[in-house]
């Protein structure tokens, strides 16, 4: 007896953009819809015997899962999560064998408006999904093999206060009822998600005049984790601090508390996000109204001035990489050693103030 009902699904398409079904048939229409849902159910644990239908999103999905979940950071986990969203809304309906190169080169060159950093990110993922994907038995040939995606966008350059500025900020944020954030971040170069993971009991030494970062609020989609290890090996620091500092700090009532520093109106713990939108935000349209001049920055410029001011005062980059918490020298070099045409000029006008000194 033959079949009566017989249905179809799309899998994908080929690189000639036509559509590749696959067909089932069954005597009921609750037969066919079974079989359906068995096949959907197959492609998203990759426990099948078709191996050659499987789609570039539910391999992509696995590939995450299996390779990166419980093997990475959670903040690294959903940057990854962030590349394949991209890669499944161009990718997501193709099955992963049709592929080709020049599918690959397309996706990228409609890529060109993303940051460089961004574009190394999609290839670097896009690569161990097809090469996983070989080890796996899905494909034989990796199409980025030859692949030379565009340069992306360069970030651009990050900005600090001039130390003039930076003063005024300091002493705006003095009498700001949201300026004690801003301050700390400009007095000790703290991230946002440690500034608002800092425990003022636990974490602020006034006898030893230090600041102990071991600890840092992480925001990924909405839901926060609380992790006692930073965003580097060498996140977790001791950071001295100034009589300034002290002598703000010292009396505020917010310091008595063994809980969180920052947490929101209903008692709980702030994310940095919501600090950035509700407070820091409030504080930087009030700077902006009082002082016009003086550039609008974000909190990780703040960093980046703290940074700044102490590597032009004479700071050298290994005690700056400690005070910052990056993860290698080579991040601090690359951040803080290139003069700009001011520094270079007077360091000439040294030279040369030097040279004839010594002719005399």
Known sequence: MGYKVKKSITLGHDF?????????????????AEKIDKFKLEQATGHKEDYNDILFEAWADQWLNIYKEDTVSESTYYSYKLCIDHLNDYFGDYLIRVIRAADVQKFFKNKAHLSQSMVNKLRITMNAI??????????????????KPPKGKKAPAKRSY????YETVLEFAKN???????????????????????????????????LTVNRVIVDNTGRLTVKEEGKSKNANRIIPF??????????????????????????????PRIWTAYHFNYFMDDLEKEYPEIPRLTPHELRHTYG??????????????KLLGHASIETTTKIYVHDDIDDL?????????????SEQ
Not at 17 to 30: L, M, S, V
Not at 162 to 165: A, H, L
Not at 195 to 210: I, S
Not at 242 to 266: E, G, M, S, V, Y
């Open 130 to 147: 097809f090469e996983t994907a070989i080890e796996n038995d899905y494909i034989v040939k990796n199409p980025m093999a030859n692949i």
């Open 162 to 165: 001039t130390e003039k500025e």
């Open 242 to 271: 100034d009589q300034d500092f002290f002598d703000l700090l010292i009396d505020n009532p917010r310091l008595a508390k063994d809980d969180f520093l920052f947490k929101t109106k209903h008692d709980r713990v702030m994310g």
């Open 16 to 32: 000639e953009g036509k559509p590749i079904r696959k067909y089932f048939y069954g005597k009921t229409k609750k037969e066919v």
């Open 308 to 321: 700044t001011i102490l590597f032009k005062s004479g700071t050298d980059v290994f005690t700056l990489q």
């Open 176 to 210: 700001h009822p949201e300026g004690l954030g801003p301050y700390i971040i400009l007095k000790t170069g703290l991230r946002k998600g440690e500034l608002v993971g800092l425990n003022p009991v636990l974490d602020f030494d006034f006898e030893k005049r230090r």
């Open 345 to 357: 000029e007077k360091n000439i006008c040294w030279k040369r103030e030097n040279i004839k000194d």
